[in-house]
């Protein structure tokens, strides 16, 4: 990216070389990400999936709230 850029191998040599270690934890993170969002049947469990299950949020209708 960089070539024959003094300033740039001076900061990587004192600091590291910081986008390629943010690059590699990004990958790291979608990979995690990626497995997290897989459904439950993919990691061989027989539960089924019914629909609804899961984060959803649920409007509320305008007025006072019942308690």
Not at 24 to 40: G, Q, T, Y
């Given at each position: 990216m960089f070539?024959?850029?003094?300033?740039y191998d001076r900061l990587i040599a004192e600091c590291g070389d910081?986008?390629?270690?943010v690059r590699r934890e990004a990958e790291r993170?979608?990979?995690e990400l990626e497995l997290a969002m897989r459904p439950v049947q993919s990691l061989g469990y027989d539960r089924p999936h019914s629909?609804?299950?899961g984060?959803?949020?649920?409007?509320m209708l305008?007025?006072?709230?019942?308690?």
């Amino acid at each position: 990216m960089f070539q024959d850029s003094p300033i740039y191998d001076r900061l990587i040599a004192e600091c590291g070389d910081v986008p390629a270690q943010v690059r590699r934890e990004a990958e790291r993170v979608s990979r995690e990400l990626e497995l997290a969002m897989r459904p439950v049947q993919s990691l061989g469990y027989d539960r089924p999936h019914s629909p609804g299950t899961g984060w959803q949020r649920t409007a509320m209708l305008p007025g006072p709230r019942p308690q």
